[in-house]
């Protein structure tokens, strides 16, 4: 609403005194926009805005130069984590005039003075996600522009609603941050228990899922916490699913137009290259599934759908032509069909973490990092992420595919992913030439025998890398007289005579530690020699005889700290004449399996006792996987319970299935 008057300022923003002036009032109407499209004013008027927020996010208000509304956007996204601080408006030139950012609920009162240059200068909201579908113009003009009057009438004719024979009841619709998204995400809750996400900012339905609505955690002024979703997804959409048929290797742009109620149920409008696009979603009667029906305006030729092969539903459409996983439709086609997606039980993944948003769930518990695709989990001193998905659901067949990066492929990462504590469920692990998964008990010794100090169960003492000449990526360094520890698990297939081999530095000597072996003293007060410098590394052996299966070594300090450790190596002296010192970073084949830096995809299928491994989409090999021994109600997590080396995780899935051959090389591709 528009009013010309002479008040007295309420509020003054750029120290203006006004006599005379416009006011007007905004606020803002379902679909992520003002409810104000545009509104004109004089050349050097002085205007009085009060914008009311009776919408669920926050929003605030950014006048512009002419033509300076994507540069003042884009500049508002780079503010990144200072965003919030500045009210999400940059301090660049184009930027007239503001309010700050105004909460759910409440209003603020904005003054200031036009520009005496006549011209478009647009306003809009530069919260993250919303400036690019939330905006308005405000004509500074000597005479009232027939273009305002266009965007006026557009936008009445948005709030008109058309009737179905659909037999529909009213959908609940939440505009909020939501996982996997961007930020102008759509939530509806659709009558018969079903919910999806519909993106905004992708003109795009993100996914789908049953059982319940979402859970929201605290008010929007804390925004980076993310809504938890009551039920299981069942459907995700990778990427916008349309191309035209002359440029079928193009993703098309898309602009967000809005949405309207048909019954109570959200369509959705929006532009895909030169054409409109109507999409109405609801539930499917009698299945789990939905309904999607499309119109397209203006088409001038043919399109296609691209359905994903790792969808969790099947797909079938009233009009087009399929032809493998593509739908070709004509133009005529276009103009109006309905698609239904039927839900295929424990297809879809039981979890995805894309790692993009993880810290809004998890914000002190790690850090985001460049990933494979997006944002990357970086599990260094992070602790593990926990979930509820019981290893019972598991225990007749599972899948996992990953991506993973190592900064030293030779460090073994006893725990990547598993469920439980050590012992009580699985553990998929790497010891630096294949993967595992069992319990780490299990785990297979290179031939070298060298188990990195770092890597192992460290008590008190603390994990230290800056003197040179270690193995691995550093060592132990016991610094107390009492109470520090490590610990190490191995296993030996053949009783023999052996060697317990400790790499240290002490110079000096003496600083005797304790040493046992499986929970017997081995030898009370060893005394290391002297090795002269602190980059100087030598050999402590103690002869043992060891049977086969598992072992614990165990180095305690008892009263005068200790050396610096570099790692335990478990040697046969039955093979005296190939008898030698380990080298750092070796493995059996000479080269890690691994290379440094890089991000390989991982996948994993289990079923019928076995575990098969994948790695860049290439059969690894399989190896024996029983179930039984392990305790049903032990729950996933991600992130080593067992201290390895640090490793960034991406775009992580878990199944209830196992994975078949051609949807990792699926997931490979991605």
């Known amino acids: 609403m528009i009013f010309r008057k002479s008040p007295l300022a309420v509020l003054v923003f750029w120290a203006v005194t006004f006599t005379h002036g416009v006011e007007i009032r905004m606020g803002v109407k379902p679909g992520l926009k003002f409810d104000l499209p545009g509104f004109h004013v004089l050349p050097g008027e002085r205007v009085k805005l009060t914008f009311t927020n009776n919408d669920e996010m926050m929003h605030n208000i950014v006048f512009t130069s002419p033509g300076k509304r994507m540069q003042v956007v884009e500049a508002a996204i780079a503010l990144g984590a200072q965003g919030l601080e500045k009210q999400f408006v940059p301090e660049i030139p184009a930027v007239l005039a503001y309010t700050p950012i105004v909460m759910p609920g409440q209003k603020f009162v904005l003054e200031f003075k036009a520009s005496k240059e006549s011209g478009e200068y647009p306003y809009v909201c530069t919260f993250p996600g919303h400036g690019f579908i939330m905006?308005?113009?405000?004509?500074?003009?000597?005479?009232?522009?027939?273009?305002?009057?266009?965007?006026?009438?557009?936008?009445?004719?948005?709030?008109?609603?058309?009737p179905t024979d659909l037999p529909l009841s009213k959908a609940k619709l939440v505009r909020t941050f939501m996982p996997g998204s961007s930020p102008a995400a759509i939530a509806v809750a659709l009558p018969g228990g079903h919910a999806y996400c519909w993106d905004a900012g992708n003109c795009r339905l993100r996914y789908a899922w049953r059982g319940g609505f979402i859970q929201r955690h605290g008010s929007y002024g804390r925004w980076r916490t993310l809504p938890t979703l009551l039920g299981p997804v069942y459907y995700r959409e990778p990427q916008f699913p349309f191309r035209f048929m002359d440029k079928p290797d193009e993703v098309p742009s898309t602009q967000f137009l809005g949405y309207r109620f048909i019954d109570g149920i959200p369509e959705f409008r929006y532009r895909v290259g030169p054409s409109e696009v109507r999409e109405f979603i609801v539930k499917l009667p009698g299945r789990s599934g939905l309904v999607r029906r499309f119109s397209f305006k203006g088409l001038k030729q043919g399109v296609q759908f691209r359905r994903d092969i790792l969808a969790g539903v099947d797909f079938t459409s009233d009009k087009g032509t399929w032809r493998g996983d593509t739908l070709y439709l004509s133009a005529a086609d276009a103009v109006e069909f309905t698609m239904e997606m039927v839900e295929v039980a424990d297809r879809a993944p039981t979890e995805y973490w894309s790692m993009d948003d993880l810290t809004r769930h998890y914000s002190n518990k790690g850090r985001l990092t460049e990933g494979h695709l997006g944002r990357a989990w970086l599990f260094d001193s992070s602790p593990v992420i926990p979930t509820e998905h019981a290893f019972g659901n598991f225990a007749d067949a599972l899948g996992l595919?990953?991506?993973?990066?190592?900064?030293?492929?030779?460090?073994?990462?006893?725990?990547?992913?598993?469920?439980?504590?050590?012992?009580?469920?699985?553990?998929?692990?790497?010891?630096?030439?294949?993967?595992?998964?069992?319990?780490?008990?299990?785990?297979?010794?290179?031939?070298?025998?060298?188990?990195?100090?770092?890597?192992?169960?460290?008590?008190?003492?603390?994990?230290?890398?800056?003197?040179?000449?270690?193995?691995?990526?550093?060592?132990?360094?016991?610094?107390?007289?009492?109470?520090?520890?490590?610990?190490?698990?191995?296993?030996?297939?053949?009783?023999?005579?052996?060697?317990?081999?400790?790499?240290?530095?002490?110079?000096?000597?003496?600083?005797?530690?304790?040493?046992?072996?499986?929970?017997?003293?081995?030898?009370?007060?060893?005394?290391?020699?002297?090795?002269?410098?602190?980059?100087?590394?030598?050999?402590?052996?103690?002869?043992?005889?060891?049977?086969?299966?598992?072992?614990?070594?165990?180095?305690?300090?008892?009263?005068?700290?200790?050396?610096?450790?570099d790692y335990l190596a478990i040697l046969n002296t039955d093979d005296a004449p190939n008898f030698h010192s380990p080298t750092p970073d070796s493995s059996p084949s000479g080269k890690p399996l691994l290379a440094k830096e890089v991000w390989h995809h991982v996948a994993v299928s289990a079923t019928n006792g076995k575990a098969t491994f994948f790695l860049d989409g290439e059969k690894l090999g399989v190896e024996p996987f029983l179930t039984e021994s392990f305790a049903r109600d032990?729950?996933?997590?991600?992130?080593?319970?067992?201290?390895?080396?640090?490793?960034?995780?991406?775009?992580?899935?878990?199944?209830?299935?196992?994975?078949?051959?051609?949807?990792?090389?699926?997931?490979l591709a991605r």
């Open 135 to 162: 905006h308005g113009t405000m004509f500074v003009s000597k005479v009232r522009p027939e273009a305002l009057d266009g965007l006026l009438k557009k936008s009445s004719e948005e709030l008109t609603a058309e």
């Open 401 to 565: 595919s990953f991506w993973i990066r190592v900064s030293n492929p030779a460090i073994s990462q006893p725990s990547i992913c598993g469920w439980g504590e050590n012992g009580s469920g699985p553990v998929l692990s790497y010891d630096g030439v294949g993967f595992h998964l069992g319990t780490t008990k299990e785990l297979p010794v290179p031939n070298s025998g060298q188990l990195e100090a770092e890597s192992a169960k460290v008590q008190g003492a603390s994990r230290a890398s800056k003197n040179r000449g270690h193995a691995g990526s550093g060592y132990v360094d016991f610094s107390k007289d009492v109470g520090e520890s490590i610990e190490w698990i191995f296993q030996v297939e053949r009783a023999g005579e052996y060697l317990l081999r400790f790499r240290y530095a002490l110079p000096g000597g003496g600083r005797p530690l304790k040493v046992e072996l499986d929970g017997a003293v081995l030898v009370a007060s060893y005394a290391f020699a002297d090795s002269k410098t602190w980059e100087s590394w030598q050999n402590a052996d103690i002869p043992v005889r060891l049977e086969p299966g598992n072992h614990v070594v165990r180095l305690s300090s008892i009263g005068s700290s200790g050396p610096n450790v």
């Open 634 to 667: 032990t729950e996933f997590y991600l992130g080593p319970k067992l201290r390895g080396g640090p490793f960034k995780l991406d775009e992580f899935r878990l199944y209830s299935r196992p994975l078949k051959e051609a949807e990792v090389k699926e997931l």
